[in-house]
């Protein structure tokens, strides 16, 4: 039995996002040696949340609008916004100092980092399986990092970062699922998205005041593009599938990420594809499948609620 048209359609659009952040990753690489990392970040989130705002109150493409309720406006500053612009000055700072490639799988790791966080936090959810999967995630890290460690140290920095990074998106993940009791997906993104553009904007300038921006019209189309492609259009196309689809099975295309990026790597920045790469890649992927057997058991014993 062949999938449905509309089903044939979010699959078209998630691969067509998956393919949009691959180059965003690989354009911010390009950015980062030219531009400050969090003047690049600050700028890029402040234009895509207003972009999504827009999107939001005068269109109906990501679902209705929603004003945040005003109890909720700080914690959007202090745990949402702040917490996005932590990721992104780790995001960028590792991409300037290692692989794209590199950077995207340690944050394709970050499902397993939530399963344990969440097994931590509740011993009682602390199984065998979690601790295995945990182990696969971590045995693709070792896998990532120990060449680094007989490398310059400015390349061992970046692997450090780009896992930092990957902890730093869980920690924005669970603050996100506090807000989504009253905001849908697309308005969390854009609330904070904008906050963190704010709340890097001074330490961006900082950035530029020593020396200046270096500006060109190829970093500054790289830059839209990172605005308009892997923060509008990649998003817009994530959530409707989010819209039509349970999140453990639009999650599961994450793991197409990593070879989105490493593609757009090789083709563009002429990066070599190392055996390095695909033994962390299957170690990883293995542990996130195993995280997402985990979910869908946890999801299928849930109880459900009887109609009264």
Known sequence: MFPSKS???????????????????????????????????????????????????????LGPHHAPPPGQRLRLWLRGGLSLAGYIVAFNWAVRYTSPSHVALYLGASPVWALLWEGLEDRSQLTLRR??????????????????????????????????????????????????RTLSGAEVTAQTMWRAGVWLLPLGFLEVAPQGLPFTTRLGL????????????????????????????????????????????????????????WGAMFLIAAGVALGQTILRSAQAAAPTAQPG
């Open 7 to 61: 089903h044939l359609a979010l699959v078209g659009g998630l691969l067509f996002a998956i393919f949009l952040w691959g180059g965003n990753n690989c354009a911010t690489k390009v950015l980062v040696g030219s531009w400050p990392p969090a003047f690049t970040g600050g700028t890029r989130f402040l234009c895509a949340g207003c972009l999504l705002l827009a999107i939001l109150r005068w269109t109906t493409w």
């Open 131 to 180: 601790g295995l999967a945990a182990l696969l995630a971590l045995a693709g890290v070792a896998v990532l990092v120990w060449p680094a460690i007989q490398a310059p140290s400015l390349q061992l920095t970046g692997e450090a970062l780009g896992l930092a990074a990957s902890l730093l998106w869980v920690n924005y993940g669970r603050q996100c699922r506090t807000f989504a």
């Open 222 to 277: 790289l830059q839209l593009y990172c605005i308009v492609a892997g923060g509008v259009i990649a998003f817009a196309l994530w959530n409707h599938a989010l819209r039509h689809w349970p999140t453990s099975q639009v999650l599961l295309f994450n793991n197409l990420i990593p070879l989105s990026t490493m593609a757009w790597a090789h083709v563009w920045l002429n990066e070599p594809v190392t055996a390095t790469f």
